[in-house]
């Protein structure tokens, strides 16, 4: 008498490529984010929040930033990374200040792009922002304000 084998004969089919979220390339994407982060150091409220974690590692989160955006707008899946935690790390990150960053990253999408590129990423945006958001301030007394919407 043989013995069989105990586990399934279990195929996958690979999954259907997705389209990218928005007609943009790669180099678009790191001209995107390396003219907002200029932006960023330079803003009164948002900069030294950024250059106090930052200083002396911009560029090794530029890079990360491009691999991030990369993967939310292409859909390469090459970021890794905990956006909720490191966020929820910075101890002085007020409610506004997603405002402020969102408001920042809408002018610079705008100045570099025309509509039909910018209002798919501000969607994205947004949705990134309000996500980030809720899991630092969100609770059942404090909703989003309406600018997250």
Do not use: C
């Not at 790191?30 to 960023?40: A, K, N, S």
């Not at 402020?100 to 501000?122: C, K």
């Amino acid at each position: 008498m043989s013995e069989r084998s105990a586990e399934p004969n279990l195929t996958a089919r690979a999954a259907p490529p997705r389209t990218p979220a928005v007609a943009i390339s790669p180099a678009e994407i790191g001209l995107l984010v390396d003219r907002f982060y200029d932006d960023i150091r330079a803003h009164p409220r948002l900069g030294p929040i950024f250059e106090e974690r930052l200083a002396g590692k911009w560029d090794t989160h530029l890079d990360r930033m491009k691999k991030f955006w990369r993967s939310v707008l292409l859909y390469t899946g090459e970021y890794s990374g905990q956006p909720v935690v490191k966020h929820n790390a910075l101890p002085d990150l007020q409610e506004d200040d997603f405002r402020q960053w969102l408001d920042l990253f809408e002018a610079t999408t705008a100045a570099l792009f025309g509509p039909p590129t910018v209002g798919p990423i501000v969607v994205i945006a947004r949705r990134i922002a309000r996500s980030l958001w809720l899991a630092r301030f969100g609770t059942p007394f404090n909703q989003p304000p309406a600018w997250l919407g």
